[in-house]
């Protein structure tokens, strides 16, 4: 019986995902349509470019910082540093923090 429950235990520690943890990085960040290229949303949101992929953001919008359409620093004309922490998750970037330092 001991046999069978350690069996099903490492099964099923086989088929679980491993969970995601939050990490605080720098990263690019700009419109998603404007800046990025992304073509899966209509109109302007919040993207970051990470290690060469680019993830729509949740838990921060593009109008958060400033005029997103402003000549010289909007997010749809200009890509940003920004501070960030959070995770990606379902090919999305969770923002916990998300900072525009640059």
Excluded: W
Aim: aromatic share 8%; hydrophobic share 35%; glycine share 8%.
């Amino acid at each position: 019986m001991n046999k069978i429950l350690f069996l099903l235990f490492l099964g099923l520690m086989a088929c679980s995902k491993p969970v995601s943890k939050e990490k605080e990085q720098i990263v690019e960040a700009s419109c998603g349509q404007c800046q990025f290229g992304l073509k899966t949303q209509k109109g302007c949101d919040l993207a970051v470019r990470i290690d060469g992929e680019v993830y729509f953001v949740d838990g921060a919008h593009i109008d958060d910082y400033g005029d997103a359409h402003d000549e010289n620093i909007g997010l749809c004309n200009a890509i940003r540093k920004a501070k960030v922490k959070g995770k990606i998750e379902d090919n999305k970037y969770k923002a916990s923090s998300f900072e525009i330092i640059e």
